[in-house]
């Protein structure tokens, strides 16, 4: 039997190929025996960590939505005051690099999967949902420090949110009237809107 470091390296393999081939091919084209050749190992050895493709999937996404929280804290400083925080939540989302590529990819094979797919519809309301809860979050200290004059937080968030995907949904599809500099500074200006006057 395999050490349990040795185990977790495995399974950790093979999400990485798992969410590369999701980020290249699309949840619905993805193949096993694609993952396992990215991965370095046989199809057995995928089947014996996942026991089916669907599982495979939703570890993936699972996996995906880990390694988002971990680039947000990376960037993310303790001394950061609120509305900080909330200009580099967006500079952190913005599809800038291949590692900020390949996980919008994922994203979005997440959400047009889940419109077929209850399962996965209620994985995106838990990883989604600490999304929006970390941008309410920061909104709310924001208000609360006389920072920013929000009149409802929760609009706000959403409005952030919503606006922060849309954006860079026209990024990621090469959009002649969307650039990384516009969605920053669209961001960055939404943001200023609700400075004190």
Known sequence: MARPSAVAERRHQILEATRLVISERGFRDLRIA????IAGYSTGTVHYYFASKDELLVEAFRF???QSVER??????????PVQRLRKLASGY?????VTIESWRVWLELWVSALRSLPLAAINDVYYGDWRRAVLEAATEARDAGLLDIPDLAAFSDAYVAMMDGLAIQVLIGSAHMTLDRMQATCTAFIDSFLPQ
Request: proline letters at 5%.
């Open 72 to 81: 947000r804290e990376n960037y993310l400083a303790e001394d950061d005051d």
């Open 34 to 37: 694609d993952v396992a050749k």
């Open 64 to 66: 995906q939505y880990e």
């Open 94 to 98: 913005l599809p800038s690099s291949d």
